[in-house]
């Protein structure tokens, strides 16, 4: 099993930036997708960007797309998630969670994860 642990969150202004980290520990010698979900309070759990083991293939939900990237270091098992020209509507807990055997418009689904970090907070101020 893989242990995720988030950092990076924190207070922002609206228009700034700030970077999430994914630290794994554990059955990091197998390959795995990761996956970036948030959850706001009183709503949903939503998908936010997920990469493939190798880093060839990113998926953003369209209200991230152009403002967020994803990326990954394999030799440091962490991946990152770069937040740019955020906005209040962007706060919420972001969780990353790790699959393996997954790829493609499944790796959207948070129900295919099998592996969540504890979540880091993100609050933007308008």
């Known amino acids: 099993q893989v242990q995720l642990v988030e950092s990076g969150g924190g207070l922002v202004q609206a228009g700034g930036s700030l970077r999430l980290s994914c630290a794994a520990s554990?059955?990091?010698?197998?390959?795995?997708?990761v996956g970036w979900f948030r959850q706001a309070p009183g709503k949903e759990r939503e998908f936010v960007a997920a990469?493939?083991?190798?880093?060839?293939?990113?998926y953003y939900a369209d209200s991230v797309k152009g403002r967020f990237t994803i990326s990954r270091d394999n030799a440091k098992n962490t991946v990152y998630l770069q937040m740019n020209s955020l906005k209040p509507e962007d706060t919420a807990v972001y969780y990353c969670a790790a699959t393996w055997g997954r790829r493609g418009v499944e790796l959207r689904s948070g129900v295919i994860y099998d592996a969540w970090g504890q979540g880091t907070q993100v609050t933007v101020s308008s």
């Open positions: 554990g059955r990091t010698s197998s390959s795995y997708a």
């Open positions: 990469i493939t083991w190798g880093g060839g293939y990113t």
